[in-house]
């Protein structure tokens, strides 16, 4: 059988036997998600170092071996696939977009645990995968009835980069749009790292949209705020984002940023007690000038509580056993007490509204009886 060749270098640190559990963890270190790459990795830390201090797993220490999930998504997954093969690891987590997930997951996910921590299109069943993040019909569909019932949104245009999750998630928004009385009048998809959007904006223009959905990546929807604000559109529509952090906010300044809206499982500014617990540890460890743990880069740190409470309640690394133990895993971390439904996390989500480089969170979204 042919086994994938290793190009990563490994640390000196790195060991590969009985006393530790080795997890890759695949995080964006370039391109449009390179933005928010580096809170990935201080909230993956931080959590790796809690488990590890209340015991570890299986009384194995958890270490976190980087790999960079910003490149090409087929050697992404060789990557990850040669750690894998040749026992490096025994675990994946991380936040890396959707076409990366599917490269990796018929790879890895049926011989060790694969907890993927990202936002995505929904639809994921693969066996060994389990999901820490939002779905549309989660997200989404209470964002937009919501938008459309206090701001009378019913022109919808959708602007996102030209792969998985923006072209699923606007065909869940058409239907989604059709629900709250309103449609979508118009979509346009660009390639990652997208920089010119003159096009894009004249079309919104024309459209007389209401709303602008933004699909966007990173550092393409820091862009693209600036560019809709300079245009004057930030006037006449809002703007709602599924993907969009206080790190995205500072890129793009606060002049960008009127009327825009986003929905998430979590924001820096909930006041609630586990919030605010998990912003002083993060605090006390890493220091006032370490990057904003937004909703992008906790979702890391949920990645790291999920794989290691799947493991140790299984008592096992035996990705059957995982799946077969993983309806009475739970686990604390900032977003509250969570528990799976299927392999899916279920949480509370919120929709908030930019207010300079900080978000205002508004109300805390209804959840729809369709799960996925």
């Not at 921590?117 to 999901?131: D, N, P, R, W």
């Amino acid at each position: 059988m042919h086994r994938p060749q290793l190009r990563l270098t490994t640390p000196e640190w790195f060991t590969a036997d009985d006393s530790t559990l080795n997890v890759a963890l695949v995080y964006p270190m370039q391109g449009p998600a390179g933005i928010f790459g580096p809170t990935c990795e201080a909230c993956a830390r931080l959590a790796a170092e809690e488990v590890n201090k209340a015991g570890g797993v299986l009384g194995k220490e958890l270490r976190l071996l980087e790999v960079d999930g910003g490149g090409d998504p087929e050697q992404v997954a060789q990557d990850v696939e040669a750690l894998v093969a040749t026992g490096a690891v025994q675990g994946v987590t991380g936040w890396h977009i959707s076409s990366v997930r599917q490269a990796l997951a018929p790879r890895i996910a049926h011989r060790v645990p694969y907890v993927y921590t990202a936002l995505y299109e929904g639809g994921e069943h693969t066996e060994g995968v389990f999901m820490t993040s939002e779905t549309p019909s989660w997200q989404l569909l209470p964002a937009m009835r919501l938008l459309s019932q206090t701001r009378g949104v019913r022109r919808w245009f959708v602007v996102g980069n030209n792969y998985v999750w923006p072209r699923r998630t606007a065909r869940a928004a058409r239907r989604y749009a059709r629900e709250c009385r309103g449609r979508v009048c118009g979509e346009a998809y660009l390639p990652l790292g997208a920089e010119d959007f003159h096009d894009v904006l004249r079309r919104i223009e024309r459209a007389d949209a209401d709303a602008v959905l933004m699909l966007l990546v990173g550092s393409d929807a820091v862009r693209f705020n600036r560019a809709f604000a300079a245009s004057g559109l930030d006037r006449r529509s809002l703007r709602l984002s599924t993907l969009m952090d206080e790190n995205m906010l500072l890129g793009s300044g606060p002049e960008a940023t009127a009327d825009l809206y986003s929905t998430a499982g979590y924001f820096a500014s909930l006041a609630d007690q586990n919030t605010m617990d998990f912003h002083g540890q993060y605090a006390g460890r890493f220091g006032p000038d370490a990057p904003t743990p937004g909703s992008l880069g906790e979702s890391c740190y949920e990645g790291v509580l999920l794989l290691a409470a799947l493991v140790e309640r299984a008592r096992t690394l035996d990705v059957s056993a995982i799946g077969a133990a993983a309806g009475s895993v739970s686990y604390e971390g900032p977003r509250g007490l969570l528990g799976l439904d299927g392999r899916h996390v279920r949480q509370r989500i919120y929709l908030a509204q930019a207010d300079g480089l900080d978000f205002t969170v508004l109300a805390q979204l209804d959840a729809p009886h369709d799960l996925l």
